[in-house]
């Protein structure tokens, strides 16, 4: 067994592997057992969060049902060690249990996301999300 560097492990996170339409165990795969994820405040959740891995996997299940479609673009990276610093972009697509925006109703989200790792998984994310409503219909 090769343990992989972080910037390594972003690839896989941020790429194929962790994103489109994965459940909540798939995810959470990611994560220590002692992880903390930290979501600063924004539109859609104003208080901010901090979840640990049982707030993760429901986070990604109200994410799955709420939006019918999400596409991820990593635009920048940066690691050193065992913490990583990526810039993300995120599309969304409404679907029709969304509770606040129409079906098919755009969400963009520009993204700062900071990880830090211990033997190979996620023990820390930080993630400081700006929203862009488009209002288009897909």
Known sequence: FKQKTAYEIRLSLVGSEMCIRDSPSEVARFFAEDAIQEELPGPFNPQGASRDVAGIRLAREQTLAGFSSEQHDLRGAIGSGA????????????????????????????????????????????????????????
């Open 83 to 138: 913490k990583v610093a990526m810039e993300v972009h995120r599309t969304y697509v409404a679907g029709a249990n969304h509770p606040s925006l129409a079906e098919g109703e755009r969400q963009e989200t520009r993204s700062a996301v900071f990880l830090k790792f211990r033997g190979g998984l996620i023990v820390r994310q930080r993630s400081y999300d700006c929203f862009v409503r488009t209002g288009g219909i897909s």
